[in-house]
């Protein structure tokens, strides 16, 4: 994107993507359904992220390797707590497809 706009700052971008991941979180796992589109845009980006982390040059120092480890551990991190959230909320839809089946407990016949 910032390609097409170059007047548009990368790190503006990826500012403002992270903005709509965190917000995107926040939305109960109820309404993941509407969000699908969205959910698949933000794995992309992620996926993206993790590219430029393995493209980055090499560290030519301590403190660089270090904080370059920290990068991508803090990365990671994001990336596994997205990742279970929407294996939750998965789940959490499989089993309310379950329930829909289930005999209603104390009904009499």
Known sequence: MATLYPSI????LRAALEEVRTW???????EATR???LDAILDRA?????????????????????????RIMAAR?????DARRIWDTA???AI??????????????
């Open 91 to 93: 789940e959490a839809e």
């Open 35 to 37: 969000y699908l589109e």
């Open 9 to 12: 700052e990368l790190d503006a």
């Open 46 to 70: 992620a996926l993206g992220q993790i590219k430029r982390q393995l493209d980055q040059d090499a560290p030519t120092s301590l403190p660089e390797a270090v904080a370059a480890h920290h």
């Open 77 to 81: 991190r994001r990336a596994l707590a």
């Open 24 to 30: 995107r979180h926040r939305q109960p796992h109820t």
């Open 96 to 109: 309310r497809e379950i329930a829909r089946f289930m005999p209603v407990s104390g009904a009499t016949r």
